[in-house]
Every structure is written in C-alpha cells, then in structure tokens.
C-alpha cells in the first residue's frame, strides 16, 4: 500500500514544509492520479476532495484498500523504495492536489527527520492491518468454501423424508421393499433339475423380462410373458399352456441382479391359479447351459426429452471453454454451470417423483441394484435430483451440492458404460419408461455435466448464501 491518512491537514503540512514544495493540480472526479505498476515520479499532497486507493489484476479484479481525505498523502514508498507503484489511486470527487517531485521529496527527506520517522511508522502499521486483512480474508474465505458432514445430511435428509412422506400419500405408491412381506412363495430349482426337465420335455420356459432382451437372447422354444404386459398377454399366454399341456411345469426365468422379473412373474401366474410354477436358483446362469437363440440387439424406441434434452447438449458446450483459464476460473462461469445443472436436475426428477413403480423398473434395466434397494433407489433419487438442484439453483451450500450432483453424474456414467459394454437394449429412462437410447453420446453429456460439478466446487463464490447470510461476491472484494 501507498497511502495513509494523517490525524490533522494543516498542521502536518506547515510541520513538514511542503507549502514550499511541489506545485498545485485540480483533479476531477473519476480520474486515474497514478497507476499500479508504473514508475514513480511524484509524491501527493491531499488539499481537498477524496481519493481511493485500489490494486488490481491482470483480469481486471479490484481489490480496494483504502479512502483517503484532505490531509492525507499518498506515493511515499514507491520513492522511497524506487520499485514500482503497488497499487492505483483515482479521485472520487473533485479533488485539489499537492504534487511534489522525487527530486524535492528525497531533499525533503535528507532535511525533515520527522517525515522519514512518520513514513516509518506508518508503514509498520501497514504492515500490521494487512495481515490482519489477510487473516480475515482467509478465515472468511475458507468459512465459505468449507464442507461440513451437516451439508450432506441435510441434503440427503431432506430429500429421503420427502420421498418416504410423499410416497404415503402418492396412489401410484410402491413398498420400500419389493416383495416384503409376500405370502406367496415360490419354489426355486437348480440349472441342473431345469436342464433335465428341459432335455425330457417336462417343462414351459418363460421368460419374464422386456421383449428387447427376449428377443437379444433367449431359451430356445421358451416363450416371452413380460411383467410389464402381464394383463395384456396372459389370456394368451393361458391358451398357449392349454395345448401344450397343463400338467407341464412352467419354469420362469429373468436375467436381472434384483430377481425382479422372474420372481414377479412367478407370484402373478400363481395369483391367476397356475399351480406348477417354479423359477431358476441361478438367475444369470441359464446361457451357460441351455441352448440359447441370439439376434443382434436391436435400438428401443426412444422419445425425445424435449427442452430437458436440448439443456443437456450445453455442457458439452461450455466443457469446451473450461480450456481457457480465465473463463475456467471465472465463477460467473460457475453461476451459470448452477442454473444449467438445477435445470436439467430438477426437471428429470418431477418427470418421475410421481410414477416411482416406472421409475424402478428402468433401475432393474441396468442390472446394479439388489432387490432390496431397487425401491428405495427409485424412491429416493429423483427427490433427490430435486432438493440438490434447489440448492444449487438458490446458491444455498453450493460446493456440497456440486459434490453431490457429481456424484449422481459418476453413478449415471458407470451405469451408461456397462449398459454399452454389455449390448443392454434399454433407454436412459431419464424421463420415465422412455427416453433417450444409451450410447456414448449420453455418456458424454453425463462427463460434461461431471466437469461443470468440479468449476462449481473449485470457483463458485458469487451469488452464494453462506452461513453468515447472502454474498454477491463480485469483482470488487
């Protein structure tokens, strides 16, 4: 810093004898006086008016210092040091200067002991308010950036209250559980006890999962009853059993982690009297032994997510800037990357916050989920997309709600890429039993929205409420 504010005008000015030095300029406001960086050349003598004393950075970042009145003087350590000035001074209102050269400020010095035992200790005081002024700062800035587990749980929290409290009262309710508390059971039997009844023609194979994957691989001769259609295709589906025999054991099968298809199947075909109905112990294991017939996959049908669907093509966009560092680290960037990201969030999530039962079928689609958390997935993520996309949208503890939104991005990522590695035919089901094919274009998009997550975590400091109430952190600090 390079200016300070004497206790009394007159009296230094009369104590040092500057009245015989330098000479008189007017300076109106809004004027540069001097410039951060420039050579020194003049001491200056405040008569009247009022000044500010800023640094600022190469991107245009003003940091200001200090106010200055009549009285006060200003340019002394860059003479006296000879190194550039350290920061810029403008005028904020008509302002009339003393403008003293260096030549007649170093005779001032050699002359006036008192003047070089002032700026003494003044810069000792300068030095002391400035680290205090930093400490602050840092305290501040650290106290604003700083993740607490309460962040998390609130969040977290909030949005599975809301879940559980809506899913009481929605009439499209589905149990925390799939399956708790059936009183139905179904008999399992072994790949081995299966292939022998298949070999000896004892059996109907049924295949309880969605037409797309019947039709990429399937039991030879076995039929396609999925649970989705169950209402639809079963009269049918009764009338085939009818010529083929009654007395033949109906042996159903699925191939997904949660047993979801199989097993529902199972349960409704005993619910409508079928008495002979068994599923396979090993879920995933029939290809191994069965002879199987195979198509290449074909693409579902899609539906186009409309606006929600447009939003997702801009991060994309916008990855392509975070190349440039100051667009990178500029956190109206990361206001934006907020507003995008709560966009895209919250509508996905009230697309299926009220048809959970739609929603849980698409989890069982990627085949990650046990059986027991496939409800309380689908129950709990789209309220939680809603309640994180509030909260970044409203600025409220916007570095842990990015961690979160990442973190749902990494979970989508992973589930994308092993839907594709393994030839899954499904949809994204980011809208509901629709949506969008699952290729390595939404794979892309996910990885977009992953980058905006950590801008936001690494440069969000404007537009935020933090703990001690709402900051607009511009470009002046």
């Known amino acids: 810093m390079e200016a300070t504010e004497k206790p009394t005008g007159a009296s230094v000015t009369e104590g040092l004898k500057l009245c015989q030095l330098g000479h008189e300029v007017n300076v109106p406001a809004g004027a540069r006086i001097v410039s951060q ?106 106290k604003l950036r700083q993740l607490s587990w309460f962040d998390y749980v609130l969040m977290l929290g909030l949005s599975l209250v809301l879940s559980l409290v809506v899913n009481i009262y929605n009439d499209n309710r589905i149990p925390l559980i799939h399956g708790w508390g059936e009183k139905t059971a179904i008999p399992e039997i072994t790949l081995n006890q299966a292939e022998e009844l298949y070999r000896n023609k004892q059996a109907l194979f049924v295949d309880a999962r969605k037409s ?55 349960r ?89 039962a739609v929603f849980a079928l698409n989890v069982v689609d990627y085949n990650l989920t046990p059986a027991w958390g496939v409800n309380l997935w689908s129950l709990a993520l789209p309220w939680a997309e809603l309640v994180v996309g509030l909260f970044l949208l409203l600025g409220i503890r916007t570095r842990a709600a990015a ?28 809208v509901g039993e629709v949506g969008e094919p699952v290729n390595w274009l939404k794979v892309m998009k996910n990885t977009a929205m992953l980058v905006m997550c950590i801008q936001i975590f690494l440069y969000d400091r404007f537009l935020v409420l933090d703990r001690g109430g709402f900051i607009l952190r511009d470009r002046k600090i």
């Not at 020194?40 to 000044?51: D, L």
């Not at 990429?216 to 001769?221: L, P």
């Not at 169950?230 to 009654?246: H, I, S, T």
């Open 403 to 430: 961690t979160l939104i990442g973190a749902m991005n990494v979970i989508f990522i992973v589930g994308l890429v092993n839907a594709i590695l393994h030839h899954m035919p499904i949809n994204c089901g980011c």
């Open 268 to 356: 409704m075909l005993k619910q409508k009297g079928v008495k002979n109905v068994v599923v396979l112990e090993d879920y995933s294991g029939w290809p191994k032994v069965f002879p199987v017939k195979e198509k290449a996959a074909s693409a579902p049908g899609s539906l186009s997510l409309g606006f929600a669907g447009f939003l997702e093509w801009l991060p994309v966009s916008i990855f392509l800037f975070m190349f440039i560092p100051r667009i990178r680290r500029s956190p109206y960037l990361s206001v934006f990357c907020r507003v995008l990201l709560a966009a895209i969030f919250i509508s996905f999530a009230l697309s299926k916050i009220m048809r959970p």
């Open 37 to 142: 960086g420039e050579d020194p050349e003049f001491f200056y003598v405040i008569q009247s008016g009022r000044v500010r004393v800023f640094r600022e950075t190469a991107d245009r970042i003003q940091t200001n210092l200090t106010e200055l009145h009549a009285g006060a003087y200003f340019g002394e350590v860059a003479l006296v040091t000879g190194q550039a000035r350290s920061a810029s001074v403008e005028a904020l209102e008509d302002s009339t200067l003393i403008k003293v050269s260096k030549e007649e400020f170093d005779r001032l010095l050699d002359q006036n002991p008192q003047l070089a035992r002032h700026i003494i200790q003044q810069l000792a005081s300068w030095l002391v308010a400035g680290d205090r002024r930093v400490e602050a700062e840092v305290v501040h800035q650290v």
């Open 212 to 266: 797309a994957f019947y039709s990429q691989q399937h039991i030879k001769d076995a039929t396609n009853l999925p649970v989705i259609l169950f209402d639809l295709m079963y009269p049918m589906f009764q009338f085939m059993v009818e010529q083929e025999g009654k007395d033949k054991t109906l042996v159903v099968y699925g191939g997904t982690f949660s047993r979801r298809m199989d097993i529902d199947l199972a």
